[in-house]
């Protein structure tokens, strides 16, 4: 069994900052890259991309999050992080984390697992 738990989200002005964080846990052999992305309320809206890292330090970015968010990790404790400044009221989402990771050393195979999300709010 893998979980990943994210935590950070909130309510928090326009212009503001808030980092998220997300922890892997259970039987886990690698992580291949693990990432955020997010649903913003309403029908109809998709999850969307918001970054993701690989297990070599590659980072990819949504256009809408670039040069605002910052996606790190960190691999010795299996976590996740989303530095989020100068936030829009566009950035109200549900925020989810996304791991790939191998359960197994005998299974080759990297599935991708999700966090039940936390909700960023930006309003004033």
């Known amino acids: 069994q893998v979980q990943l738990v994210e935590s950070g989200g909130g309510l928090v002005q326009p212009g503001g900052s808030l980092r998220l964080s997300c922890a892997a846990s259970g039987s886990i052999f690698s992580i291949r890259s693990m990432g955020w992305y997010r649903q913003a309320p309403g029908p109809g809206k998709q999850r969307e991309l918001v970054?993701?890292?690989?297990?070599?330090?590659?980072?990819n970015y949504a256009d809408s999050v670039k040069g605002r968010f910052t996606v790190s990790r960190d691999n010795a404790k299996n976590m996740v992080y989303l530095q989020m400044n100068s936030l829009k009221p566009e950035d109200t989402a549900v925020y989810y984390c996304?791991?790939?990771?191998?359960?197994?050393?005998?299974?080759?195979?990297?599935?991708?697992?999700w966090g039940k999300g936390t909700l960023v709010t930006v309003s004033s």
């Open positions: 996304n791991g790939a990771i191998k359960p197994s050393p005998t299974n080759g195979v990297y599935i991708g697992y």
């Open positions: 970054a993701t890292i690989t297990d070599g330090s590659s980072e």
